[in-house]
């Protein structure tokens, strides 16, 4: 067998070795983090601000597909006068909210 071709096997065995290890990695890290709920989220921002509420938004899609024992709190830095959706999304997805 050349050299060339070794050099290709050993890479094609490199990239199966990176998978195995980075699956294992998944399987036991990632899903332990995931059962013990154990990440904390804090947003800031104005609840009567459309851009707050993609944010909550945003943070409630990362939490549901990753991280579902993540607890996120929103702490209110504008007036929270007028329609306050960030207050209103709190109440319906399982937040804290702070004024």
């Not at 993540?70 to 006068?81: D, H, K, L, R, Y």
């Amino acid at each position: 067998m050349s050299v060339f071709w070794q050099s290709v096997l050993a890479v094609f065995a490199a990239v199966g070795f990176y998978t195995v290890l980075h699956t294992v990695y998944e399987i036991v890290f990632a899903r332990m983090l995931r059962l013990h709920g154990s990440a904390e989220l804090t947003l800031y921002g104005d609840g009567c601000d459309a851009s707050s509420e993609q944010l909550i938004r945003t943070a409630l899609r990362i939490r549901k597909q990753y991280l579902p024992g993540m607890s996120i709190t929103f702490v209110e830095i504008g007036s929270g006068q007028g329609q306050n959706v960030a207050k209103h999304m709190a109440a319906r997805q399982d937040m804290m909210y702070l004024e």
